[in-house]
């Protein structure tokens, strides 16, 4: 019998009403349905401090470090919807995989994200959708050794996107997260 593809979700943004938390959890509904076993997380909760090498061997027992680590570890994909600051992905989820992609002191770690299995998705109020941002998300991922699905999905004009119930009011578009999520269980090997 085959393993249940395991999966955790997140967006880089830490707001409250965040569309890219909402496009995330909507792609994780839909691996759910393709038969995975997903977590849906928000940053927000895991408050790593900025990475600094002077301090991260007096910082590998934070308990957000800590939890996040065993979450990557045990997951075999990751779906991830990004903001796009500035042209490129948030602050947070750079420090994020900066703290990630780090070996434990003393061998208590090792970054597990080679060969993960990840989809990437946007949410953006500019009309590119975040396409930059997903870009070089993308980059930073296949840098650290994940395997990117070519599917991605970027939602512009994210501000009219969604309707009251966060669902994605475009069917092409709610079609496309769909598609991706199916994309990352099904490439996920058993």
């Given at each position: 019998m085959a393993n249940t593809p395991k999966i955790l979700a997140f967006s880089g943004s830490l707001r409250s009403a965040s569309w890219n938390h909402s496009l995330v959890s909507l792609a994780a509904k839909a691996a759910r349905d393709a038969g995975?076993?997903?977590?849906?997380?928000?940053?927000?909760?895991?408050?790593?401090?900025?990475?600094?090498?002077?301090?991260?061997?007096?910082?590998?027992?934070?308990?957000?470090?800590?939890?996040?680590?065993?979450?990557?570890s045990s997951c075999d994909g990751l779906l991830i919807s990004n903001p796009e600051y500035n042209g490129s992905l948030s602050a947070a989820l750079k420090n994020t995989i900066d703290?990630?992609?780090?070996?434990?002191?003393?061998?208590?770690?090792?970054?597990s994200f080679?060969?993960?299995?990840?989809?990437?998705?946007?949410?953006?109020?500019?009309?590119?959708g975040g396409i930059r941002s997903a870009s070089h998300l993308r980059d930073v991922l296949a840098g650290i050794g994940c395997e990117v699905v070519p599917e991605q999905v970027t939602v512009g004009a994210a501000y009219q996107a969604f309707g009251e119930d966060n669902q994605l009011l475009d069917a092409t578009i709610a079609d496309a997260v769909v598609s991706l999520a199916h994309a990352v269980v099904k490439t996920i090997p058993e």
């Open positions: 995975a076993e997903v977590e849906v997380i928000k940053l927000i909760d895991y408050q790593l401090p900025l990475f600094n090498e002077d301090t991260e061997a007096t910082l590998q027992t934070l308990p957000a470090l800590v939890a996040l680590r065993e979450k990557l703290w990630l992609t780090r070996p434990g002191v003393e061998g208590g770690y090792e970054p080679t060969n993960k299995i990840v989809g990437v998705l946007s949410a953006s109020p500019a009309d590119s």
